[in-house]
């Protein structure tokens, strides 16, 4: 059974760091393309990270410098470190696992930037 399991989310103040986590099983984690996405409310969902199997990395232009995702493919863990937040990026956060024609979505966690 696959399985996406984010956690870290909550409420930190503007300028606050946070990580979340994307625990992943049920399927061969080191070939997925992994990627956090962002959803604010009344907002379409979009992509904010990718990490490829092979160590390229993509951030969204909003987030350069600001955040990292990294992996641990030992652990089938992706991590989305967050650093100088905005009240603008409160969101339902979800960790995403790509690769062929298989697509796979965790159930997001919640972040919320306000002081």
């Known amino acids: 059974q696959v399985q996406l399991v984010e956690s870290g989310g909550g409420l930190v103040q503007p300028g606050g760091s946070l990580t979340l986590s994307c625990a992943a099983s049920?399927?061969?984690?080191?070939?997925?393309?992994m990627s956090w996405y962002r959803q604010a409310p009344g907002k379409e969902r979009e992509l904010v990270a990718t990490?490829?199997?092979?160590?390229?990395?993509n951030y969204a232009n909003s987030v350069k410098g600001r955040f990292t995702i990294s992996r641990d493919n030992a652990k089938n863990t992706v991590y989305l470190q967050m650093n100088s937040l905005k009240p603008e990026e409160t969101a339902v956060y979800y960790c995403?696992?790509?690769?062929?024609?298989?697509?796979?979505w965790g159930q997001g966690t919640q972040v919320t930037v306000s002081s």
């Open positions: 990490f490829r199997a092979g160590g390229w990395r």
């Open positions: 995403n696992g790509r690769w062929e024609s298989q697509n796979y």
């Open positions: 049920g399927f061969t984690f080191s070939n997925y393309v």
